[in-house]
């Protein structure tokens, strides 16, 4: 079936460093989403990116939808406690097809 | 005001038994679905219903029956409970199939421990 491979699972970071995680899939997707979870919580809506070579800024965070619309990241700049969490990219292969999750990477930030 | 909510929250019980989760969408939103997060953190769909009809069925042992009475409702009953049922549940609802806007707004999970 269709996956959406997520790379690190695990990043573990001062407070103040750079993260970032990727997302990779062998086919075109018409969309991927980014969604964060807070360790105990839910997964919330963090961004959609639909257009091939995309790029949208949330203030620390930088979101790209690569050129070929098969790969995707999520950068955070300057890293602070409260990013703790796990992020999902989660791409749409179009039609009624579902949500693909990918597995998702666990941040740790040390004070 | 909360816009997806589950209940109950937490649901401890034993193998064989049969329960049921609840949730309510108040957003308005035509497509509702179920997703197990197990102990690793793996989000998988199980199933998807687009206003009252169900639309995705993943590969979900039929001990699982999903219920839609209308577009703001989609509740899950499993029946004779197994050990690998131990995970948190969540419900998610995302506006109408082919809006162009996919995002899903997550219940708060419903964490079922099967002992």
């Known amino acids: 079936g269709q996956q959406v491979m997520q790379i690190p699972q695990y990043q573990h970071v001062q407070e103040g460093e750079d993260f970032t995680t990727y997302c990779n899939s062998s086919?075109?997707?018409?969309?991927i989403q980014w969604y964060k979870q807070r360790p105990g919580g839910h997964p919330v809506f963090l961004i959609q990116l639909v257009k091939s070579g995309e790029v949208k800024k949330q203030k620390r965070l930088t979101f790209q939808f690569g050129e070929a619309k098969k790969n995707s990241s999520l950068h955070i700049t300057a890293t602070q406690t409260t990013d703790v969490g796990t992020y999902f990219c989660?791409?749409?292969?179009?039609?009624?097809?579902?949500?693909?999750f990918g597995k998702g990477t666990r941040l740790s930030v040390i004070a | 005001d909360t816009a997806v909510s589950q209940t109950p929250k937490y649901l401890v019980t034993q193998m064989g038994n049969d329960k049921s989760i609840k949730c309510e969408q108040n957003l308005g939103h035509d497509t509702m679905y179920w997703y197990k997060q197990d102990s690793k953190k793996f989000l998988k769909i199980m199933f998807s219903?687009?206003?009252?009809?169900?639309?995705i069925n993943e590969t979900v042992p039929n001990r699982f029956s999903p219920k839609s009475p209308d577009k703001a409702h989609l509740n899950l009953h499993i029946n004779s409970l197994e050990l690998g049922d131990s995970a948190v549940y969540f419900c998610a609802s995302s506006p109408r199939l082919g809006t162009g806007s996919y995002e899903q707004y997550f219940g708060p999970g419903t964490r079922l421990t099967v002992t």
């Open positions: 219903y687009n206003n009252k009809e169900l639309i």
């Open positions: 086919t075109t997707l018409s969309n």
């Open positions: 989660a791409g749409l292969f179009g039609g009624n097809t579902p949500l693909v």
